[in-house]
C-alpha cells in the first residue's frame, strides 16, 4: 500500500494526532513483511530541510527516531518501481477479470475520512493498514498452493510466511456460493467505514468452470459472481480485487509433464489427447475448456436422462459415449476412439498434487503453461503482485 502523508500532521495540533501518527508509523515499521511505501508530501529528503518532520523526528527517542527516518528515507525508492493501478479488465461482456493496482491512500487532518477518493485520517489509516487482508476463495487450500507454485520463489516465501502469520489473513472459503454471499454483504448496507477496509484488504479468486450449453463460456455462478464484483466497483470505485481464471479449474492449468506423471495406467491417451488440442490453435481452447476430473463425462448435454447418466459414470460400463450427449464444443467431436480416449477423466489427483508438499517437480513447468493461455486472461506476473499488493 501506498501511503501518502500529509507533511502538516508532523506539527501535530493535539497529543491524540501526535500519539496516532506514531502509531501509523510504528504499525509499518514493525511489519518485517511490509509491502507498503510510506511517502510525505512534500516528500522527505534525507540530508536536506524538511521542515516539521526533522523538528518531529529530532524530538523522538533515538531507535525510534531511527526507524521512521529510515521508512521514511526508502518511501520514495519502494515507490519507484511501482504503478499506482486502476482497474484493468478486457473489452468483452461480461468483463471477466478486473485488478487493482498498488493500493494508494492519502493521509491529512480531516475531521472524517473520505474514502471514496482515499483521503483518510491517520485513525482510519491504522485501522486499514491493521485490517487483515480477506482471501475470498473457492478452495482454500488448492488456491493459495497454486499462487505459490505461480510465484517466483522469494515471492512464494513471502506469500506462505504471510498467510501462516498470525492475524494476516481471514479465509473466506467454501465454493462459489460463500464467495457470492461474501461479496454481497459488501453492498447489502451502507458504505462504512468497516465495509470499505474490507474492500480495500480483499483479493477475490475464482475458477470460469463451464456454461451450461458450451463449456467454453462462464459458469452461472461465475458469470454472476464477474457481474457482483462489477456491482461493487459501479458503487464503490475501483478497489476490489478480482480474478476470474479463463481457464475451466485450476487443474487445467497443470502442465503437460504434470498430466503424464499424476494418471494412472491406462489413462496415457487421456493425457495425449489433452495434449495435443493444447497445441492445436483449433482446440487449444477445448483443453481449456475439458473436465480434467471427469472428463467428457462431466460435460453431458442437460437432455441426456438420468438414467443414460448413472451408465456412463460406471467405468466397468461398456455404454458407449456419442458426441450427441455432450455440451459444445465437444458435440463436435466426431471420432468414436477420441470419444472413447477422453470418456473418464483423472480424478481428484491434481488437486492433491498441487497440494503436494514438497512441491512435484513439474511443479517447474506450471508457470510456462499458465503462459500459454488464454491470451485475454490475467498475465501470471499481474496475478500473483496482485496478491503482495493487498498483502
Known amino acids: 500500500m501506498r501511503i501518502l502523508i500529509d507533511r502538516a500532521l508532523f506539527a501535530a495540533k493535539s497529543e491524540i494526532e501526535a500519539l496516532?501518527?506514531?502509531?501509523?508509523?510504528?504499525?509499518?515499521?514493525?511489519?518485517?513483511?511490509?509491502?507498503?511505501?510510506?511517502?510525505?508530501?512534500?516528500?522527505?529528503?534525507?540530508?536536506?530541510?524538511n521542515g516539521p518532520i526533522d523538528a518531529w523526528l529530532n524530538y523522538r527517542d533515538p531507535i525510534e527516531a531511527r526507524a521512521f527516518r529510515s521508512l521514511l528515507a526508502n518511501g520514495l525508492l519502494v515507490n519507484a518501481g511501482r504503478s499506482v493501478g486502476v482497474g484493468v479488465s478486457d473489452s468483452l461482456k461480461p468483463r471477466r477479470w478486473h485488478l487493482e493496482g498498488w493500493l494508494s491512500v492519502r493521509v491529512e487532518r480531516?475531521?472524517?475520512?473520505?474514502?471514496?477518493?482515499?483521503?483518510?485520517?491517520?485513525?482510519?489509516?491504522?485501522?486499514l493498514l491493521r485490517e487483515p487482508i480477506h482471501l475470498v476463495l473457492e478452495n482454500e487450500r488448492t488456491e493459495l498452493a497454486f499462487v505459490g507454485l505461480l510465484a517466483a520463489p522469494t515471492d512464494a516465501k513471502t506469500l506462505r510466511e504471510l498467510v501462516e502469520g498470525p492475524g494476516k489473513t481471514k479465509v473466506h472459503s467454501g465454493g462459489g456460493g460463500e464467495a457470492k454471499k461474501w461479496i454481497e454483504a459488501l453492498i447489502d448496507g451502507p458504505p462504512t467505514a468497516a465495509v470499505w477496509r474490507k474492500l480495500l484488504r480483499a483479493w477475490v479468486l475464482f475458477d470460469k468452470d463451464a456454461g451450461n450449453a458450451d463449456a467454453c463460456h462462464l459458469s452461472k455462478s461465475a458469470s454472476d459472481l464477474v457481474d457482483l464484483c462489477e456491482k461493487v466497483v459501479e458503487i464503490y470505485g475501483n478497489g476490489l480485487s478480482w480474478i476470474c481464471l479463463l481457464r475451466r479449474e485450476l487443474e487445467s492449468y497443470v502442465p503437460d509433464t504434470g498430466l503424464a506423471a499424476e494418471a494412472l495406467k491406462g489413462q496415457q491417451d487421456f493425457?495425449?489427447?489433452?495434449?495435443?488440442?493444447?497445441?492445436?490453435?483449433?482446440?487449444?481452447?477445448?483443453?481449456?475448456?475439458?473436465?480434467?476430473?471427469?472428463?467428457?463425462?462431466g460435460d453431458l448435454h442437460v437432455d441426456?436422462?438420468?438414467?443414460?447418466?448413472?451408465?456412463?459414470?460406471?467405468s466397468r460400463n461398456k455404454h458407449p459415449l456419442e458426441a450427441h450427449m455432450l455440451k459444445l464444443p465437444f458435440a463436435g467431436i466426431s471420432s468414436p476412439a477420441e470419444l472413447s480416449a477422453l470418456k473418464y477423466g483423472l480424478g481428484d489427483r491434481l488437486g492433491e498434487a498441487l497440494r503436494a508438499t514438497p512441491p512435484r517437480q513439474w511443479a517447474a513447468d506450471l508457470s510456462t503453461e499458465y503462459d500459454r493461455g488464454p491470451h485475454d486472461q490475467v498475465p501470471r506476473l499481474a496475478f500473483v503482485q496482485s496478491f503482495l499488493d493487498r498483502m
Open 20 to 49: 496516532a501518527l506514531v502509531d501509523l508509523l510504528t504499525t509499518v515499521a514493525r511489519d518485517t513483511h511490509s509491502l507498503h511505501s510510506v511517502i510525505t508530501d512534500p516528500p522527505y529528503m534525507q540530508g536536506e530541510d
Open 110 to 127: 480531516r475531521e472524517a475520512s473520505d474514502w471514496r477518493s482515499r483521503s483518510l485520517t491517520i485513525g482510519d489509516a491504522v485501522d
Open 271 to 297: 493425457v495425449g489427447h489433452v495434449a495435443s488440442w493444447r497445441k492445436d490453435p483449433e482446440r487449444e481452447h477445448w483443453a481449456w475448456s475439458l473436465d480434467l476430473k471427469k472428463g467428457l463425462r
Open 304 to 314: 441426456v436422462s438420468d438414467a443414460v447418466r448413472t451408465l456412463l459414470k460406471d
